[in-house]
């Protein structure tokens, strides 16, 4: 079946920029989408089609997408976003969903 | 506001099978390019998407649990119906259900607040 591969762990220090990657073979040719879970809470979509912001999320997200790779940065990260971060795409034919397996951000 | 919430039994045991009830409000399943899926979260473990039904009434599903899951819909009532068979100690989870819309492609923009369910006998 089709996976998308997100690194276990990245760690920042608050106002330093955090990158989280998601590598996938079919990402070149399908949209990937970003999200933000904190503990006992439901995700928050962050970020749709690789790179639009959902309205009323903060500036310091942002998506892009090179090839197989598609990027989560976090400029200016704050203590308040240490969460697990998701992404999401689908496969080649566009008949499922497949999240990556999640990225703990953690601000020191 | 478009909201959504889950219903259904917070425990099965082995071999039962699940069903569990999203109603949602705020948008309608019969407006084009609007979806609803069903996705789940072991404890401590990633999300895994299940299942989704669509404005016209296609349904996708997980192919890893095709064989397990039946997704449907009552759109006067606005709600989606997710059952899940033979159910196993492994599928202890929160479920949650998420719309996909026009506005954000395949992104869940909208989530329930997603309902425990533990299996055990």
Known sequence: SY???????VSVSPGQTARITCSGDTLPKQYTYWYQQKPGQAPVLLIYKDSERLSGIPERFSGSSSGTTVTL???GVQAEDEADYYCQ???SDDTYSVFGGG???TVL | QVT????GPALVKPTQTLTLTCTFSG?????????VSWIRQPPGKALEWLALIDWDDDKYYSASLRTRLTISKDTSKNLVVLTMTNMDPVDTATYYCARTSRDTGDGFDVWGQGTMVTVSS
Do not use: G
């Open chain 1, 89 to 91: 795409s689908a496969d």
């Open chain 1, 103 to 105: 990225t703990k951000l």
């Open chain 2, 27 to 35: 948008f309608s399943l019969s407006t084009d390019e609007v979806c």
């Open chain 1, 73 to 75: 940065t976090i400029s």
């Open chain 1, 3 to 9: 996976e998308v591969t997100q690194p276990p762990s």
């Open chain 2, 4 to 7: 959504l919430r889950e219903s």
